[in-house]
């Protein structure tokens, strides 16, 4: 069975820094590409970024671009989000989610529980 | 930027009734769009991929169909779990989400 962990959330001031991590198990981490996915209280989702295999290739929403850095730990089974210059309308709940392909297109085939990160002074 | 358009915003049904949900992409996404339920304080499911195969273990009464820019969820008759919120997501170019559609109970 996938699961997915997500730590690392909690209050930061306005400019300050985070660093997410996801556990990932019960699937071959390092064939997966991976995502993180962002939901402000009581909105819809949106996709923060994607990072390939083996970590070489990594994509950003133009909204994060620029702050935020993903990175991965294939040794660790362990995905990673580094959140810096961080804005009150990046208070959210992220989800760390696994990338399936269909053959046509990239999808998110399993989700972590999620991590709140609040931004605040 | 894709922007998906979802409705109705709220959709009341009674359980053991059909519910048809509607999302519509500014421009085609070929059959690049998956449909995901989200209840609350949980994450979000992937019920439908490729717009209209059911993903593992998913039952039988959700189906989904269109292509291009028009697509539909459909949950053929209702059950006490299917209360939720369903999100459509196309990735036929990079990945955008609808704003979700609520299906609660009438």
């Known amino acids: 069975e996938v699961q997915l962990l997500e730590s690392g959330g909690g209050l930061v001031q306005p400019g300050g820094s985070l660093r997410l991590s996801c556990a990932a198990s019960?699937?071959?981490?390092?064939?997966?590409?991976m995502s993180w996915v962002r939901q402000a209280p009581g909105k819809g989702l949106e996709w923060v970024s994607a990072?390939?295999?083996?970590?070489?290739?990594?994509y950003y929403a133009d909204s994060v671009k620029g702050r935020f850095t993903i990175s991965r730990d294939n040794s660790k089974n362990t995905l990673y989000l580094q959140m810096n210059s961080l804005r009150a309308e990046d208070t959210a709940v992220f989800y760390c989610?696994?990338?399936?392909?269909?053959?046509?297109?990239?999808?998110?085939?399993?989700w972590g529980q999620g991590t709140l990160v609040t931004v605040s002074s | 930027e894709i922007v998906m358009t979802q409705s109705p915003a709220t959709l009341s049904v009674s359980p053991g009734e059909r519910a048809t949900l509607s999302c519509r992409a500014s421009?085609?996404?070929?059959?690049?769009l998956a449909w995901y339920q989200q209840k609350p304080g949980q994450a979000p499911r992937l019920l439908i991929y490729?717009?209209?195969t059911r993903a593992t273990g998913i039952p039988v009464r959700f189906s989904g169909s269109g292509s291009g820019t028009e697509f539909t969820l459909t949950i053929s008759s209702l059950q006490s779990e299917d209360f939720a919120v369903y999100y459509c997501?196309?990735?036929?170019?990079?990945?955008?989400f609808g704003q979700g559609t609520k299906l609660e109970i009438k």
């Open positions: 997501q196309q990735y036929n170019n990079w990945r955008t």
């Open positions: 989610a696994k990338v399936h392909y269909d053959g046509s297109g990239y999808l998110f085939d399993s």
């Open positions: 990072i390939n295999t083996g970590g070489g290739s990594t």
């Open positions: 421009q085609s996404v070929s059959s690049n």
């Open positions: 490729g717009a209209s």
């Open positions: 019960g699937f071959t981490f390092s064939s997966y590409d």
